[in-house]
């Protein structure tokens, strides 16, 4: 159950962020106001003591003193949560609260209280702004009266932080990632034990988490490579690669670089989850080598091809992916064979890729009606139609660029030519988008648990999600019963953005939860749908 903390409340498993401390001082607030008046006060002194006896005020009291007694026994009688999804205070202010997160979880060799305040500096400004050119950035952390510096010295620290190596996202994210991956996947490793107990030899080939890859580029002159992981319609970044664009790179180091980025996502996973990892990638990386840097990993895969790719079958003959659906409408599945499969199935798969002397892979081919061509995917999983699910859950990482450009901060207008320089940036960009899904997702768990609780107080029973025909949208057929909830329009990326653009003068840390529930579940759109229609997965 998700306990909504207050304002200001960060959850990370039961710690709280405390104020910041250091040279960056906190601004004077002058003296310190009680919050609640002394009748207040009084009236919960009265409560307490009127809870061992009868419970209410003394014989010939006024109104307004029968009002405040009841104000003050209800909020007895309803404590503030604690545990580990509650705790306090409720006044840290962002940049507090960022400073102690960097400071919990980066290691103190190499990252002293210098390195953090600039870090803690440049992800608050990207917290409470649509924007990452340092102007903007300087003008926001301003804002936020983190010290009595001014704009212009401001950015002038921001400069010096992008000039920092020891912010390269090659060597922040995976101290800062390593610790936080175990508490956002709590709910994927309780899950993981429970199947080792009960699953038995099924348990080996569950999958547990899914990685997506993707590259970019930024405004044509550095290239980006991005890991993250696929969560409900989104996806949660990782570790980023930059390189320049326009340059030519010697033999092999887009391999070298594809392999150090998803070796490190491997030793950052929690032991228990290494061997239940599916890879989905676009068709840049349907690639021989790519299958063969997948099995020394020990992952499975779900890769899109080109259409030219030539399959063998059981007879013998080769085809290229294409011709195997014809037309809109058209599937086939072929599963793989190395002695060569039963003679009667003619969609046995002997190898894929010819001119790199066969692979073995399954193979799973679809043209959805209306699409302009078919999905070709390669995959080690048991060809079935839940494969077209499960790769469209790639489509995360195309909103989460989105979310980094013109949907969100705008990252070409800060018009970084040096990769190294973009790369640092990167890494604040990380870390801002984390904290935003952090606070999208409580909110998110509040309103589907009031979306589910609408839903029971009808009468009629629930009913059950069916299997949707292609293209994967789970929401079409129930857009015919009428328009979508509201919590449904605005993803968990948009919602964090919302919370914390309405924290009162940019002085406060909206609540958030950093246990990510519900790994599995589809989209958080068609998710709110299902409970607003009382359908049950």
Known sequence: MVRVAGPGTTVVCGICAGPAGGSLSRPSRGPRVSRRPRTMRRARACAARLASSAGAPRPGASRRQRRVCAQAAASLAAPRPRGPECVGPEDVPTYASVYAWLRRHLPGRGYAKPVCKRLAVLVSGLLVKRDCTLGALAAAVDGLAVSG????????????????????????????????????????????????????????????????????????????????????????????????????????????????????????????????????????????????????????????VQGQTRVRLRDGTTRPLRSLVPGPGATWFGRFDPRGGDPADPAAVTGVFKTAGWRASQVVAAWTPGADEPW?????????????????????????????????????????????????LLTGLVLATLWRLAAGVLDAATRLADLRRRAT?????????????????????????????????????????????????????????????????????????????????
């Open 149 to 304: 510096a001014t704009a212009e010295s401001i950015e002038r620290r921001l400069r010096r932080a992008l000039h920092d190596d020891r912010l390269d996202p090659t060597r922040a994210l995976p101290a800062l990632i390593g610790a936080l991956l175990p508490t956002l996947l709590a709910e994927v490793l309780e899950r993981h034990a429970a199947s080792a107990r009960h699953a038995g030899r099924r348990h080996a080939g569950r999958l547990l988490v899914r990685v997506v890859v993707d590259d970019t580029s930024h405004t044509d002159r550095v290239h980006v490579l991005v890991a993250g992981l696929a969560y409900r319609g989104l996806v949660v970044p990782l570790l980023v690669r930059t390189w320049a664009q326009n340059e030519p790179l010697p033999a092999g180091q887009y391999r070298t670089e594809l392999h150090g980025l998803l070796a490190d996502v491997q030793a950052l996973l929690p032991p228990a989850l290494r061997e239940h990892v599916l890879l989905v990638a676009d068709r840049a990386f349907g690639v021989p080598w790519m299958l063969d840097l997948l099995a020394v990993l020990g992952w499975h895969w779900l890769l899109r």
């Open 376 to 424: 070709l995917l390669l995959t080690s999983l048991n060809p079935t139609p839940a494969c077209l699910r499960e790769y469209a859950r790639r489509w995360g990482i195309e909103r989460l660029v989105l979310c980094w450009k013109s949907h969100g901060w705008d990252l070409e207008a800060s018009r970084l030519p040096d990769p190294a320089r973009l790369g640092r």
């Open 457 to 537: 107080a009808h009468a009629r029973p629930p009913r059950a999600v069916r299997q949707l025909p292609l293209p994967i949208d789970a929401d079409r057929p129930l857009r015919r019963d009428g328009a979508r909830p509201h919590a449904a329009k605005r993803s968990l990326f948009t919602r964090g953005t919302d919370l914390w653009e309405a924290i009162a003068g940019k002085r406060d840390t909206p609540p958030v939860l950093w246990q990510f529930p519900d790994w599995d579940a589809p989209t958080w759109a068609t998710q709110a749908r299902h409970a607003y229609r009382g359908l049950t997965p």
